[in-house]
């Protein structure tokens, strides 16, 4: 059995039985309320508010790191969030609400008391530590064990194109938007607004440019790296000797390999080309990207409003969307949790998978999402709520109205088989506060003698078992 994350263990889906499919990736609420600000810290990260989580990375331990605070850099309140496995979320740097004036800033300070310009990319090094690219100027270490900040490259309140070949913490950047690891070691920097990719040697401190010319274009692609010209790269990682590069500014998909660069998917703006190669698609300002352990890439199609997965990571692969239904909203990107992936509304930007492979992301509307394929995860309170039926592999509708209510309501969990059915209703310390037997493709009318508030339904049959917020007015 697979743990996704680790919460309290009474809200949990167990699902069994059926092998991987991208149309069965259901989505569900990770972190954030759906209100812009920052709240909620020692409690669940499902409860919290969060500004614009944009970044997100993953630990080895199974905690979910958040950059929350934009992904253009200079936002008032930004700050970097921690849900540990238990589900609770907290600040681990950045001091908010003060004001731009105070930089309040230096490399002998906690992590939490230091001022944030923002947060547009993380990464993990080699060592452990975070890696912050903060979208104006600067790329800096956080050392857990410390709990201080360090600078990797840039200065503070200095933005340029400056100091190839010297210490990076000389060196000028402009608008650093993410960060990854080379097989190497070194930091790879999508030195946005310089239009370039950048490297450190983290056992010289030694900056260097990889990709591009420092001027915006799309030119290159069969020559060396060095020569070509990108337009605003936002999005790196690394994967088997390739970097994959997000050109937001040329709606496309590069890839550098022995030095060599190439565009694998993307021309012009648009959405074409699902089904057939990834060389032939359309994609809208790709913004962040993520790859699998089977390597395939995961782009954020941030204007087409979608997820799009490329097979093998190639011009050749398959581009198929992964999640999203290319909708348009402005209010919030929650629309659709506990459904398909591929029928919800999203915004999304940072990408990156957990331990699990299941895919963590990050938007700009308030809120942290997680897109899970494997049929037997463990997801705890945190994401509330599985419509998936694991006997026959579909999605199985679990109905419960009205909801907010009395404490009066109706469940109704329809499957292909009339079985037997459990419900549990739990309160958000774990505590059991009301059981009741039925069964499947039945209405069971549900009375509560709780107090207002939230609590967590558990419906559980011989094929698994299904949480649903319930909530008390």
Known sequence: MKQVVQSIGLFALILFGFTRSDAQDVILHLAGNDATNHWGDGGPAFRASLRCP?????????????????????????????????????TIAGKIYVSDSDNNWSDSI????????????????????????????????????????????????????????????????????????????????????????????PATGIITTFAGIGAPGHIGDGGPAGLARLNQPRGICYNAGRLF??????????????????????????????????????????????????????????????????????????????????????????IGNTGLATNASLVPYGLAFNNCQDLIVGGVMYS??????????????????STRNVAAATLADL??????????????????ATMPMDIAVFDVTGRKVAAFNSETNKSTDISLNVASGLYLMQVSTTSGVLTRKVTVN
């Open 368 to 385: 942290v999402r997680i897109i899970t394929d494997q049929p037997d995860s463990i997801v705890c309170e945190m994401h509330i709520t």
């Open 54 to 90: 944009s970044a997100v990375a993953t630990t080895a331990g199974g905690s979910v790191i958040i950059g929350d605070g934009g992904p253009f850099g200079y936002q008032n309140d930004a700050c970097i969030r921690l849900i540990t496995p238990d589900g609770i979320i907290s």
């Open 110 to 201: 906690p992590a939490v008391n230091a001022k944030l310009r923002g947060v547009a990319g993380l990464c993990l090094d080699n060592e452990g530590n975070l890696i912050i690219a903060d979208g104006f100027s600067q790329v800096l270490k956080l050392n857990f064990a410390t709990g201080y900040l360090t600078v990797v490259a840039g200065k503070r309140d200095t933005v340029g194109y400056f100091g190839d070949g010297g210490p990076a913490r000389e060196a000028l950047l402009k608008g650093p938007a993410d960060v990854c690891m080379d097989g190497a070691g070194n930091i790879c920097i999508a030195d946005c607004n310089n239009h370039v990719i950048r490297k450190v040697n």
């Open 399 to 416: 109905s419960v109205a009205p909801n907010p209510s009395n404490g009066n309501f109706s469940v109704k969990l329809t499957a292909p």
């Open 245 to 334: 590069i997000a050109d937001y500014g040329n709606n496309c998909i590069r890839k550098v390999e022995a030095n060599l660069i190439s565009t694998i998917a993307g021309s012009t703006t648009g959405f074409a080309g699902d089904g057939g190669p990834a060389s032939a698609a359309l994609l809208a300002q790709p913004a962040r990207l993520a790859i699998d352990a089977s390597g395939n890439l995961y782009v954020s199609d941030v204007a087409n409003q979608r997820i799009r997965k490329i097979m093998g990571a190639s011009a050749s692969g398959t581009i198929s969307t992964f999640a999203g239904n290319g909708v348009h909203f402005t209010s919030k990107d929650t």
